[in-house]
C-alpha cells in the first residue's frame, strides 16, 4: 500500500496528516492533469466532528484510482511508493486533488 500523506485538513477522515480509512478513492476517469483529479472519500470535517472509522489514522492506505490515465495506476490501484492528497481548505471532493498523479499519456 502507498504511504498517503493528505494536507486536506478539512476533512473528517484526516489526523495530523494521515487518513483514518483503510481505503480511499481517487477520482478522475479522464485526468490528465493533477488538478482534474480528487479524493472522492473526501467528506468535510463539520465544527467539532471526527470520525474515527479505522480506529487511528496511519500512514497507509489502499487506493482505488479512477485515473486511469495516471503511470502509477494498475487496474485501478495505486502502485506510487507515496502519494499526496491536497486542498488544504476543502469544502468538497471537487476542491481536492492527488499531487502525485502523473499523467502516462502517450
Known sequence: MPELKCTVQTCMHNKDFYCDLNEITVGGKSARKAAETSCDSFEERKSGTYSNVTGEAGPTSKIDCKATECQYNKECQCH??????????????????????????A
Open 80 to 105: 506510487a511508493g507515496k502519494i499526496s492528497v491536497e486542498g488544504s481548505q476543502a469544502c468538497s471532493c471537487d476542491e481536492t486533488e492527488c499531487a502525485t498523479f502523473s499523467c502516462g499519456c
